[in-house]
Nanobody
Framework: QVQLVESGGGLVQAGGSLRLSCAAS????????VGWFRQAPGKEREFVSA????????NYADSVKGRFTISRDNAKSTVYLKMNSLKPDDTAVYYC????????????????WGQGTQVTVSS
């Protein structure tokens, strides 16, 4: 089973940028879909973005399209989420997740979750 460790969260002003990282250990991402979810206080955890490791195909929630970019680094077994034009509504704990299929990931049925990293966007 793959273990996931997120980093890169922090406090940023509206309009600013952050880059989150999700590093894998235990095994590689080669057969996985790796994605990001977020959970704001009092709200359900929601899908943000995902990338199929083998094909590089990406998916985004409508709320982040055009602002967020997911990418991967094979050599480092790391997935990145570059977040631009951040808004206060983006404030949440961001979680990395791995699954064998996108369909199951979208139902939040995943093989592994990371511990989460806090992103706070001030207005």
């Amino acid at each position: 089973q793959v273990q996931l460790v997120e980093s890169g969260g922090g406090l940023v002003q509206a309009g600013g940028s952050l880059r989150l990282s999700c590093a894998a250990s235990g095994r590689t991402f080669s057969s996985y879909v790796v994605g990001w979810f977020r959970q704001a206080p009092g709200k359900e955890r929601e899908f943000v973005s995902a990338i199929r490791w083998s094909s590089d195909i990406t998916n985004y929630a409508d709320s982040v399209k055009g602002r967020f970019t997911i990418s991967r680094d094979n050599a480092k077994s790391t997935v990145y989420l570059k977040m631009n034009s951040l808004k206060p509504d983006d404030t949440a704990v961001y979680y990395c997740a791995a699954s064998t299929r996108l369909a199951t990931m979208l139902r939040k049925v995943v093989t592994s979750w990371g511990q989460g990293t806090q992103v706070t966007v001030s207005s």
